[in-house]
């Protein structure tokens, strides 16, 4: 959950964006609990690319629409390889089953948003 500041950015409004935030805030959470052996291994992978959705649709808000578009699909490249990533953690017991469920379910939330922000920009 974003909280209110007394300054604002309009990306902040989007929907996706607001979601990334989220999803990257619940990644964190999950990657505290992997051994210490995953520190840089897993882990710190899981959570750039989770907060990789987020800063990329920051960073490309502000820009053309072409280039917003390029940095919205390298944020929906790192929803995927979040996938991947919930799926090594789920394998190796870092995090069950309902755990990887509300992963994929947050990253194909986000993913659709993603490719819809996406057809926007091009039809515009």
């Known amino acids: 959950m974003i909280m209110k ?6 990306f902040e409004d989007l929907k996706v964006y ?16 992997f051994p210490n052996h995953e520190t ?7 959570i750039r690319a989770a907060d990789s959705i987020a800063l990329n649709i920051a960073e490309g808000s502000a820009s053309t629409d072409a280039n917003f578009i390029r940095y919205l699909k390298m944020a929906w490249d790192s ?12 394998l190796r017991n870092y995090i069950g089953f ?11 939330e986000i993913s659709k948003m993603i490719s819809s922000l996406i057809n926007h920009l091009k039809n515009k």
């Not at 607001?18 to 609990?33: M, P, R, S, T, Y």
């Not at 840089?40 to 899981?46: G, I, P, S, W």
């Not at 309902?98 to 194909?108: F, G, L, S, V, Y």
Request: one cysteine or more.
């Open 79 to 90: 929803s995927h390889e979040c996938v991947a990533a919930s799926t090594k953690a789920r």
């Open 18 to 33: 607001q979601k990334a935030i989220d999803f990257g805030e619940q990644v964190n959470h999950q990657i505290e609990k």
């Open 98 to 108: 309902d755990e990887d469920e509300a992963n994929r379910k947050a990253i194909t």
């Open 40 to 46: 840089y291994k897993l882990a710190t992978q899981f």
């Open 5 to 10: 500041s007394n300054y604002y950015f309009k």
